[in-house]
């Protein structure tokens, strides 16, 4: 955060200060909305969710030396409480629209351009890659994990500061208007689109209408920024007709301006590539996790580096040195040779075929082992996306399968049909038991997949395995 004192956070929130606090001209240059992880100094902004009401936890957040408490709502005795402590108090009508404001006058504040990321898929990845490529030029703020809401968004353009001289934004949404909304205050001036996917379709029904609201990113850019579009989706060709900035493309396809090609998989799954830049220039890329998939993401950081000015030796080595957010494909070596593929993160069913075709790529003479759990949000298409995987399982050499969830049957169902062995398909309905399952038959030199909706906490099994 660019420091402000009290005035300039109260103007800046639309708040109205309650309690001075005992040093007003302090300069604040750090927000928190979890007293978890509050430090001393700290703003802390009690936010109000289904579950939870921060406004439980301010004494907590006074005990941890927070400067200021910006609150919707004053306990009995909270003035005097933090008058004690040294402590201001702002009082706004909504702590969320607070922290919105205060989040775009940060983003006043600073001149750098924001690149904001949204797709069905690869968004965290594609940003993690965007970051570590900016990177390699100047200093980047950028989202923390999967911080993509009306919360994350905000509290990421809140750790702004002063050296700051790229913004990285990942924009999720969970129905019309969500991405418009973000983009209202964040005003990207790099939009990227990763694809048009399955997700989320029990908000939007139709993959046009899913379409049209990740489009909202591009039709918020201004005339002089860019759009950057992957060239071999199907709505490659819709959503560049809707951004009223110049388009450049990713992809394999001849077609895309930013292009890999001779892409190769070792071994160990991991996947090299021939850059080619809309330049003309040619290089060796090295993408430092497995699956052929995370190629559009590397390639996706590549045009927005060169758009930035990023000459091609830091766009290579951004990608190879990237620090990339947990839960994604991410290799870990167990006792006794055997190989997990920890990608629990969340599931749709293109990262499904996605995680499937890496581990036929790194298992290839070993047994592979699939544990798919539960995909949601898919709506109407839920029943037939989760039998298209089963069949997918198949297709990759899948030799045994374990599923978890009442909507995982189906893909269990479908893999059956295709022809895998009964003895070789397993059902369950939690972690624990498919954590006895595998234990029970997972052998050296095996590699296993873990793959499935967010809500499931498949992640847990990477502890539960030999």
């Known amino acids: 955060m660019i420091p402000m004192n009290i005035d300039q956070v109260a103007g800046a929130a639309g708040a109205r200060i309650l309690k001075e606090g005992n040093n007003p001209s302090r300069r604040i240059a750090r927000v928190s909305t979890d007293t978890r992880t509050l430090k001393r100094g700290d703003l802390f902004v009690a936010l109000k969710g289904s579950r939870h009401d921060a406004h439980d936890y301010l004494d907590q957040a006074l005990e941890k030396g927070a400067a200021a408490l910006l ?40 001149p750098a351009p924001v690149i904001g990321i949204t797709g069905s898929t690869g968004k965290t990845l594609t940003k993690d890659f965007t970051a570590a490529v900016l990177g390699r030029a100047a200093p980047v703020t950028a989202s923390r994990g999967s911080y993509n809401n009306e919360i994350g968004v905000p509290l990421t353009l809140l750790e702004i500061g002063p050296r700051t001289t790229y ?24 939009g990227v689109v990763t694809n048009i996917g399955w997700t989320h379709l029990r908000y939007f029904r139709t993959r046009d209408s899913l379409a049209r609201a990740k489009a909202e990113l591009l039709e918020a850019l201004p005339a002089g920024g860019w759009a950057v579009i992957n060239a071999d989706d199907d709505y490659a060709d819709f959503l560049s007709r809707l951004s009223p900035s110049p388009v450049v493309t990713f992809g394999a396809s001849r077609r895309a301006q930013v292009r890999a090609e001779k892409i190769e998989v070792d071994q160990a799954g991991k996947v090299t590539f021939t850059l080619r830049s809309k330049g003309g220039e040619k290089a060796e890329v090295a993408v430092p996790l497995p699956g052929r998939h995370n190629v559009a993401n ?38 006794e040779e055997i190989t997990i593929i920890n990608d629990a993160y969340n599931a749709n069913p293109v990262s499904m075929r996605s995680a499937l075709m890496a581990l036929g790529d790194i298992s290839r003479s070993k ?15 839920s029943e037939r996306a989760h039998l298209e995987v089963g069949g997918l399982a198949v297709d990759y050499g899948t030799d045994i399968l374990i599923t978890v969830g009442r909507r995982a049957r189906k893909i269990a169902q479908a893999a059956r049909e295709k022809g895998l ?46």
């Open 71 to 110: 609150v919707s709502r004053v306990p009995a005795g909270l003035p005097v409480r933090a008058g004690k402590k040294g402590a201001a108090v702002l009082l706004a009508r909504g702590t969320l629209g607070a922290l919105t404001r205060l989040a775009a006058r940060q983003r006043d504040l600073c």
């Open 298 to 335: 590397a390639l996706a950081a590549a045009a927005v580096g060169e758009i930035m000015g990023v000459d091609m030796e830091n766009i290579v080595e951004g990608i190879a040195s990237a620090e990339l957010t947990g839960w994604r494909m991410e290799m870990i070596a167990k006792p």
């Open 167 to 190: 913004v990285v934004l990942e924009l999720g949404s969970r129905g019309k208007g969500h991405i418009r909304n973000l983009c209202a205050f964040a005003r990207p001036r790099v």
């Open 367 to 381: 047994r592979a082992i699939a544990v798919l759990g539960d995909m949601g949000e898919l709506g109407p298409v």
């Open 421 to 466: 062995p009964r003895g070789s398909v397993f059902t369950t309905d939690g972690v624990d038991k498919a954590a006895e399952i595998l234990r029970a038959i997972v052998e050296p030199g095996d590699v296993v997949l873990i793959k499935g909706s967010r809500f499931l906490g498949l992640e847990k099994l990477v502890d539960l395995v030999a």
